[in-house]
């Protein structure tokens, strides 16, 4: 059984950053990735981490703001968002795949509870 657990989340302003973090237990899986889910509006893609070479995908919205990573002796899923901005707001989760890179939530597999983050302009 994998389980996933967020971290990080937070109440900013415009402009600053955050770290989320998310521990998982279990096997390291092929592709991990992190959606958002802002008040009001379905689970959005953000940003994916996967393959043999660390490819990575990212949301149009968050390129060049928003970096994925993982540290693979834990393992545990990292997003770094910068220059956040009230788009951001909503809630963080980290997902796990035990297939190919996608942005499409219903091909994760395993799903943490979420984190809240919230920004305010």
């Known amino acids: 059984q994998v389980q996933l657990e967020e971290s990080g989340g937070g109440l900013v302003q415009t402009g600053d950053s955050l770290r989320l973090s998310c521990v998982t237990s279990g096997r390291r899986t092929f592709t991990m990735g992190w959606f958002r889910q802002a008040p009001g509006k379905e689970r959005e893609f953000v940003a994916a981490?996967?393959?043999?070479?660390?490819?990575?995908d990212y949301a149009d919205a968050v390129k060049g703001r928003f970096t994925i990573s993982t540290d693979d002796a834990r393992p545990t899923l990292y997003l770094q968002m910068d220059r956040l901005n009230v788009e951001g707001t909503g809630i963080y989760f980290c997902?796990?795949?035990?297939?190919?890179?996608?942005?499409?939530?219903?091909?994760?597999?395993?799903w943490g509870q979420g984190t809240q983050d919230a920004v305010s302009s």
């Open positions: 981490i996967g393959g043999s070479f660390g490819d990575t």
């Open positions: 997902a796990l795949d035990t297939g190919a890179m996608t942005r499409v939530a219903e091909n994760y597999d395993y």
